[in-house]
């Protein structure tokens, strides 16, 4: 495994952004080429391994109403359509560390 250094607050967000963006549109793409292969329901482990994610965040997008979920008994499933409905309403095109909007100067 490679060792990345990250020298300030800007390269971690751009690491961090870039990795995300390459991550989400793996999944992205993954998904819609595969629809038929694909499980129309998803437990709550499939999705944390999915997306890479832990437990609390999932807990805090399905208790926000962020993520649509179905409860059977003691188990919660994720719909297939609604997560890829919630990656894609919270795709962001990344921001450079050193633009004017990101720095507060002049647009």
């Known amino acids: 495994m490679d060792t990345i250094i990250i020298s300030d607050r800007a390269h971690v967000e751009q ?10 549109s793996q999944l992205i793409s993954e998904l819609d ?26 807990a805090r997008w399905r208790d926000s109403g962020q993520l649509e979920f179905c409860k059977v008994g003691q188990k919660i499933l994720y719909e297939r359509s609604a997560l890829n409905s919630f990656l894609r309403s919270n795709s962001r095109v990344g921001v450079e560390a050193n633009s004017p909007s990101r720095t507060g100067g002049a647009k």
């Open 15 to 24: 690491f961090f952004t870039k990795e995300l963006r390459r991550v989400f």
């Open 33 to 58: 080429e595969n629809p038929r292969e694909a499980k129309d329901w998803l437990s709550g482990p499939e999705v944390l391994h999915l997306l890479g994610i832990s437990r609390p965040t999932l």
